[in-house]
């Protein structure tokens, strides 16, 4: 139903602006924003519950917030990608 949902909002959004859109729904507010950021631009993803573990496991290390240029290169130093 969520999935539905947005779409039909993406929809209205880009019919009345013209504009993309991308979405991102999961258990939390982090992961939501994470997945907002995903599948840019005009992104939908959902994440449940049971596959947050494996969606966080196929990002790289720069993909979580707050994790910029200076952190990933520390992180790279250690051997840190995902």
Do not use: Y
Not at 29 to 44: E, M, R, T, Y
Not at 45 to 63: C, G, K, N, S
């Amino acid at each position: 139903m969520r999935r539905k949902w947005l779409n039909g909002l993406k929809l209205r959004i880009h019919a009345e602006t013209g504009l993309t859109a991308s979405a991102g729904v999961a258990p939390n507010k982090f992961l939501a924003k994470i997945a907002s950021g995903w599948k840019k631009p005009d992104g939908l993803t959902v994440i449940h519950p049971e596959r947050v573990e494996p969606f966080l496991q196929q990002l790289p290390v720069d993909a979580l917030w707050g994790v910029g240029r200076s952190p990933r290169a520390s992180c790279e130093r250690e051997g840190l990608r995902r």
